[in-house]
């Protein structure tokens, strides 16, 4: 059985780096542990965050398998 690495889940990064990251104030904490964790990594060139923008079934689906691996 696969034991997960929870030290990786609790990485957070600095979302000020990315543009137009118009982030809720409640999102914030979530949104900087996905970034660093790997989750989301931007939109594009990978430095704008879109959190209100809809994603595509491809961007979720990635979304999911990237936190599938952190969690199996």
Known sequence: MHTPHFSSLYRYS???S???ADVSEWA???IQ????AGVISGTGDGSTLSPQAQATRAEAATMLVRF???IL
């Open 33 to 36: 542990w996905a970034c660093g």
């Open 14 to 16: 600095n979302i000020l």
């Open 68 to 70: 599938a691996k952190l």
């Open 28 to 30: 914030v904490s979530v």
């Open 18 to 20: 990315y543009t137009a």
